[in-house]
């Protein structure tokens, strides 16, 4: 059974930093590859950032490039994304996911964590 598991959200100001961290089980982590995505109130869900399964390969969303590093640790199955420079409209509810093909797409990624909030205040 695939489980995806994310932690580290939490209330933030704005310019702070944070890290979270998505945990995966059930599968090849190493072989896959993975993004972060995150839904703020009353919008869709939106693509942050994904890594390669390899990890030389690297793409951001607008918004978060400059801030936003995605990384990962095969030995640990985890996937991470360092957030600096937090702003308000960062606030949302974070997911990783996986891929087995190298995309943005949100409909290619075929498992979840069940999210973690961000909240940004000023």
């Known amino acids: 059974q695939v489980q995806l598991v994310e932690s580290g959200g939490g209330l933030v100001q704005a310019g702070d930093s944070l890290r979270l961290s998505c945990v995966a089980s059930?599968?090849?982590?190493?072989?896959?590859?993975w993004g972060w995505f995150r839904q703020a109130p009353g919008k869709e869900r939106e693509f942050v950032a994904a890594?390669?399964?390899?990890?030389?390969?690297?793409t951001y969303s607008e918004s978060v490039e400059g801030r936003f590093t995605i990384s990962k640790d095969n030995a640990k199955n985890t996937l991470y994304p360092q957030m600096t420079s937090l702003k308000l409209e960062d606030t949302a509810v974070y997911y990783c996911?996986?891929?087995?093909?190298?995309?943005?797409?949100?409909?290619?990624?075929?498992?979840w964590g069940q999210g973690t909030q961000v909240t940004v205040s000023s």
């Open positions: 996911a996986r891929s087995s093909v190298w995309t943005v797409r949100e409909g290619a990624y075929d498992y």
């Open positions: 059930g599968l090849t982590f190493s072989r896959s590859d």
């Open positions: 890594i390669s399964s390899g990890g030389h390969m690297r």
